[in-house]
């Protein structure tokens, strides 16, 4: 994207300082070939002056590259980088920038430099919200800002979202915030600035803190594989959709006791797992029945064995002996009844 040496402009830029001056930039920013950046108390310890001493040199070393003839050689290169950061969206997460300009890793720290000294760009540091992030238009970074942290609020805790819908009530904020009539590739780096939402591993977006969305444990892939399946699952099927999905091999033991640990599972059937979101209940099959009988008052039989197989992959049979336990009753007109306690 850029029609410039990142590397190239850093070392003219940097060739007009003094040897001191010079040396700590490069050391501050890793502009040297190992790239390793180094802390102001580092340098000043080299140097036996204080850190503070370093932090003005810095800033002194920056002051001076801004007026050197290097630098007005070299405000076409800094124009083209400008032009960059306004086709990609105008505002960016430092991280999403560096992705898309750089055609090499080596080449980060020197960009970084040079958003730094050039008077094109501002910078927003990472806080508890948002990621280390750059722009070019001060109005702009503030709407969609705005526009985020807007949509976090208003989310809902553990909802997913397909991509696609999410962009639209993105974008939805962004108009309200005074932002029309972007693309949604640059929605898409926009919400990329975001600390508090997330994309999970099959493209659907939501709260970063939900598990459905910061994925951390076996617990947390299996959830998303029944997810996307849309129906019960035996566990060694679950194992198997996690390494198709994710290519995470797990041991179908091992998924079969996350299973059993987490309540977003219900079992349903010998081994077999739903989502509880679906409307499933936990508990074996006299406590489904009890669940029905409380809800829906007394059934028959054949009632009683259709509701119960909607949630259970079990036997007639099992359900007809589960009726036989004494927490139910048969009353006269031949219907069963949970028989409460006096």
């Known amino acids: 994207m850029l029609s410039f040496s990142p590397k190239n402009v850093t070392k003219e830029l940097l060739s007009e300082l003094p040897e001191r001056s010079r040396r700590v930039l490069v050391d501050r920013f890793g502009l040297s070939p190992k790239g390793e950046q180094r802390t102001l108390d580092a340098i000043g310890q080299e140097y036996g002056i204080t850190r503070e001493r370093i932090r003005q040199i810095e800033n002194h070393g920056i002051a001076a590259v801004r007026d050197s003839d290097a630098y007005t050689e070299f405000a076409a290169a800094l124009e083209d980088l400008k032009r960059a950061v306004h086709t990609l969206g105008g505002i960016l997460a430092q991280e999403t920038l560096l992705g898309h300009v750089a055609k090499a890793d080596a080449d980060h720290n020197h960009i970084i430099f040079l958003l730094t000294v050039a008077h094109h ?39 997913l979202t397909p991509e696609d819908e999410f962009v639209q009530v993105f974008s939805k904020h962004l108009r309200q915030a005074g932002v029309k009539n972007r693309g949604d590739d640059v929605l898409l780096r926009w919400l990329h600035i975001s600390k508090r939402i997330g994309r999970n591993p ?56 996350e299973l059993i640990k987490d309540g977003r599972f219900v079992l349903v059937g010998r ?46 049979a099992t359900i007809s002996v589960n009726l036989q336990n004494p927490m139910f009753v048969k009353q006269s007109d031949g219907k069963y009844a949970f028989a409460k306690k006096a």
Do not use: C
């Open 271 to 316: 081994g077999l797992y739903a989502l509880k979101e679906w409307g499933y209940e936990p508990g074996v099959v006299r406590d489904v029945i009890r669940g029905i009988l409380e809800r829906e008052g007394a059934l028959t039989r054949e009632e009683i064995v259709e509701r119960v197989k909607r949630e259970r992959y079990v036997k007639d």
């Open 121 to 159: 760009f501002e910078d927003r540091r990472e806080n508890a919200d948002f990621k280390a992030r750059w722009h070019v238009d001060e109005q702009l970074a503030e709407q969609v800002e705005e526009a985020l942290t807007n949509l976090y609020e208003s989310l809902e805790s553990n909802k």
């Open 202 to 257: 099959l493209g659907e977006w939501g709260r970063m803190e939900s598990p459905h969305v910061r994925i951390k444990n076996t617990r947390d892939f299996a959830y998303l594989t029944l997810k996307r399946h849309g129906s019960p699952m035996h566990f060694t099927e679950v194992a198997k959709g996690i390494e198709n999905l994710f290519g995470r091999e797990t041991h179908p033991a091992t998924t079969h006791n």
